[in-house]
């Protein structure tokens, strides 16, 4: 009789298990079917993302998630995240997107998945008061500011340590504005940001600084983060953004913010582009 009990037992939990297996839909149906995509975007970091003087959430990052949901066909729910949450909150499922100008490493890809192509080129810059600081080799041993959570706090003691064994002091702030207001206050001898970012903040704050050693290091790619092992997810938002880029979508909110009529114009190319071996018939190729 027992053993009867546990076969019944066995097969009840055997047949439960598959209900909970074909009960489990893929993110991609989920989203589908409530028919809100919830993406992820900060708000703080101007040109990218930021609250502008109207009191609206804006920039490069917003308008590029406004257009992703409406290729998509469905109803955007904007969810605030900081450089703390924009990747946990994808690990947690609260949000099913992040653009959140998202450097892409090594370390973040095994807490996430990341969208194909990369939506932009950057590069980090160091900034300091005008005539204080002449090269990065001076950085030695003098005190740099970072975000929070940016890999700009281990990246940029190596690209000192290229020039001198002294080693810098990190200190880390809540964001860039806080990050340059302790430059002004000499509170930090310099500050490191993505130069697209430094530069909008650079010229709204002040205009006794400038870049230390005129170049951009620690070139890298920004890239839309969705929660892992969602294939079917990640490539419909892949083919989204491949095809925003295909039918002039991407470059129309480019040119807005970064071409040389834009709200924040860039010296530089930070464009996608694709390979035409990877992509097909596209138009890009990334920078040398």
Known sequence: MKRRSLVVLFAALLV?????????????????????????NGNST??????????EWTGFDVD???AIAEKLGLKLERVLVDNKTRIAFLANRSIDISMANISQTRSREE???????PYFWTG????????????????GGKKIGV???????????????KF???????????????????????????????????????GNLSEEYEAVGGSIWSPGLYGIGVPENESDWRDKVSFTLQDMMKDGTYEKIYQKWFGPKGK?????????????????????????
């Open 64 to 66: 590029l998630s406004n």
């Open 111 to 117: 807490q996430m998945d990341y969208a194909e192509p």
């Open 16 to 40: 439960m298990s598959f209900i909970s297996y074909a009960a489990a839909a893929s993110l991609l149906e989920e989203v589908t079917k409530r028919g809100t995509v919830r993406i992820g």
């Open 264 to 288: 924040s114009p860039l010296p530089i190319n930070a464009r996608p582009r694709l390979p035409k071996d990877t992509f097909g018939d596209m138009l890009y190729t990334w920078p040398d």
């Open 164 to 202: 001198t064994d002294k080693k810098p002091e990190m200190l880390s702030f809540q964001n860039s504005a806080e990050g340059f207001l302790a430059l002004k206050q000499g509170k930090i001898d310099a500050y490191s940001q993505d130069a697209q970012i430094m530069a909008s903040v650079a």
């Open 124 to 139: 980090k810059i160091f900034y300091a008061k005008k005539g204080k600081i002449k090269s990065i080799k001076d950085l």
């Open 147 to 161: 975000d929070q959570g940016s890999n700009a706090f281990t990246a940029a003691p190596q690209e000192i340590a």
């Open 46 to 55: 101007p040109p990218m993302n930021y609250i502008d003087e109207k009191g």
